[in-house]
């Protein structure tokens, strides 16, 4: 494995404003593949990536569903913020 980037190399996501959820996703997963970043350690990380709302959204799911993988994570994530008004934001931008 690379050295992984440091925590001021890497994306964070707040959730609000003009976020992109997908971007957020797929750049984690870019520098996964890049630097052959294991799993627990995207997961270990995410409490430093995720910021504002978008953290406060995060402990309440880890309280409750407590450590999972990185793929649950992203299906958490698109659940979270593919609503409907995004959609349509989204397709309006096309």
């Known amino acids: 494995m690379k050295e992984a980037p440091q925590l001021n190399e890497c994306p964070t996501f707040t959730g609000e404003g003009e976020y992109d959820h997908i971007s957020f996703i797929?750049?984690?997963?870019?520098?996964?593949?890049?630097?052959?970043?294991?799993?627990?350690?995207?997961?270990?990380?995410?409490?430093?990536?995720?910021?504002?709302?978008a953290k406060r959204w995060y402990y309440g799911i880890r309280q409750t569903n407590g450590k999972n993988t990185w793929s649950w994570w992203k299906q958490?994530?698109?659940?979270?913020?593919a609503n409907d008004s995004w959609k349509y934001k989204i397709g309006n931008e096309f």
């Open 26 to 53: 797929k750049t984690i997963e870019m520098l996964q593949e890049d630097y052959a970043i294991p799993d627990e350690l995207i997961t270990t990380r995410l409490h430093s990536l995720f910021e504002k709302s």
């Open 76 to 81: 958490e994530i698109i659940t979270k913020w």
